[in-house]
């Protein structure tokens, strides 16, 4: 048997395994989080930061008893995953997809939100380039060019989707949209939230883009734990199935309008 990890006795007398330890002595949970504001998820508002993943993170430094610092150096999702690997936080809420890279250099907690993958598509190219053929048949063989965020989670899922596709990886998804609406590209993929979060903020889009939702692809958001913390990450996986104000793609969506 492997040995038992001796419990930690913390300032007011408490035995607690080392990694929670860690975060009750120091007074502060540090939570890894996206450096670009991403709402309604995370993002600056007066000089403050708020957001659905913001409320989420303090509610799990209230359960811990501590305050929240926010560490958002990372200007990409995976350099938020970077950070949890490197030990420079101790969780990372910040709409990380639970992918098979991320999972092979930390640990992720069970889903708190599940969106389905999504393709929002310039009208006018895709009629081109489908002639006369079925929706279904162009997009599951597609060999246009399909848009992601370069070193993102859905530029990885493309790749695995559409492997007769041309992909070309962008900066930011406003630059993905930008290409979009230029018609150098078909199609943009992402998860249903984003794509539908466009039609909702600006109904007229539907008229040059149309969107398709696969309802048998899923991309579903983990917080991230190092793999050194197991006993953080049960607590965490604890503290969702707990947690009785689940996330759903509604109230994101609702979110937007607040």
Known sequence: MSPVAALVRVPDGRLLAPDIARIVARGELIVAMLGVDTPPFFYEKNGELVGLEVELAKAIGKELGVNVRFNRAAKSFNAVVDTIARGEADIAVSKLSRTLARAQVISFSQPYLSLNHALILNRVKFAQFARDRALPEVIRGFTGTVGVIGKSSFADYAKRNFPNAKIQEYPGWGDVLKALERGE?????????EVKRILKIDPTASLVLRTVTF???EDTLGIAVSIADPVLLAFINEFLAQRSDKLTTSKVLAAIEK
């Open 215 to 217: 309802k048998d692809l």
């Open 185 to 193: 590209i078909i199609g943009a993929y992402r998860d249903e939230f």
